[in-house]
């Protein structure tokens, strides 16, 4: 089971995929877990350059989506809401159907313990649009999150490793339910 993994984040040390990093450390087989590169090489949208040959970097981002057996997303919350580069990446597959039924899950972490609430609210009123499969066993929030994994994604805090875990194995069975 091939799993996407996509941080929302571009900062460097990132909780969000230092999460991924964890969660591609702790998964169990059958899920192989591959980041994807950052999004900062996706171009700004724009309709007019969305037709057959759109940019090099939005056939590779697409091609990347569609081999995958699910996408597992990690993003912060800025101003209440996803971060721009994110929501870039998902407004050039609106049309190109990508995610259309495919399997996703999502972690939102925020460094302060109020959550990223807003954000997976936005996030999954984006991905209901996209229409992906997503259940909320494959929804997981993590807030404090800088207390409990470390930059290079080693999970320091149990309940945060055990919380994580169930997580992955909610999303390889929402993979197999999918077929």
């Given at each position: 089971?091939?799993?996407?993994?996509?941080?929302?984040?571009?900062?460097?040390?990132?909780?969000?995929?230092?999460?991924?990093?964890?969660?591609?450390?702790?998964?169990?087989?059958?899920?192989?877990?591959?980041?994807?590169?950052?999004?900062?090489?996706?171009?700004?949208?724009?309709?007019?350059?969305d037709?057959?040959?759109?940019?090099?970097?939005?056939?590779?981002?697409?091609?990347?989506?569609?081999?995958?057996?699910?996408?597992?997303?990690?993003?912060?919350?800025?101003?209440?809401?996803?971060?721009?580069?994110?929501?870039?990446?998902?407004?050039?597959?609106?049309?190109?159907?990508?995610?259309?039924?495919?399997?996703?899950?999502?972690?939102?972490?925020?460094?302060?313990?109020?959550?990223?609430?807003?954000?997976?609210?936005a996030?999954?009123?984006?991905?209901?649009?996209?229409?992906?499969?997503?259940?909320?066993?494959?929804?997981?929030?993590?807030?404090?999150?800088?207390?409990?994994?470390d930059?290079?994604?080693?999970?320091?805090?149990?309940?945060?490793?055990?919380?994580?875990?169930?997580?992955?194995?909610?999303?390889?069975?929402?993979?197999?339910?999918?077929?």
């Amino acid at each position: 089971m091939k799993v996407l993994a996509v941080s929302g984040s571009l900062r460097k040390g990132s909780s969000n995929t230092a999460l991924l990093l964890a969660a591609k450390r702790i998964a169990n087989d059958p899920l192989q877990i591959t980041l994807a590169d950052p999004l900062d090489r996706i171009p700004h949208f724009n309709p007019d350059l969305d037709t057959d040959s759109p940019p090099k970097e939005v056939t590779q981002w697409r091609k990347e989506l569609k081999e995958a057996d699910a996408i597992l997303f990690s993003s912060p919350e800025y101003a209440f809401a996803i971060p721009g580069v994110l929501k870039n990446a998902l407004d050039w597959i609106v049309s190109s159907a990508e995610l259309y039924g495919k399997p996703v899950g999502l972690i939102n972490a925020s460094p302060g313990y109020g959550g990223a609430s807003k954000a997976q609210e936005a996030f999954l009123h984006l991905l209901n649009v996209l229409t992906v499969k997503i259940n909320d066993d494959c929804v997981l929030s993590i807030p404090a999150v800088n207390k409990k994994v470390d930059p290079e994604g080693y999970i320091t805090d149990a309940q945060t490793e055990r919380n994580l875990r169930n997580f992955l194995e909610n999303l390889e069975n929402l993979i197999r339910e999918s077929g």
